[in-house]
């Protein structure tokens, strides 16, 4: 599940619990009009327990796209889906969004 809250030019995208691949693929659609419209993406993964690899793939695709809250778990499933090498990695979305 996953809400996405806009913050002037900021999208945050929220997720919560397991993240199959369609609604990974619901996320990067969200990520990549934002993205398109020149606006920060922070996706949000502090409450998310587990993501489908290979629809993690789908974010790679997204260049300046920022993650916050990646658990070791999860940072493991973003390397197998090939994406961590694409995304940053903040601790919190406050940092991920002040970082310049």
Known sequence: MFEAQRREDVIIIRCEGELP???LAAVAAEARRSRAE???V???LKRVTHLHYAGAALLRAIPGLRA???SRYLRDLLFAGGAAGHL???GDVEEAVRAA
């Open 68 to 70: 916050a809250g990646v």
């Open 38 to 40: 020149g606006r920060l």
């Open 21 to 23: 691949r369609e609604e």
């Open 88 to 90: 940053e990695m903040f």
């Open 42 to 44: 922070v996706i949000d």
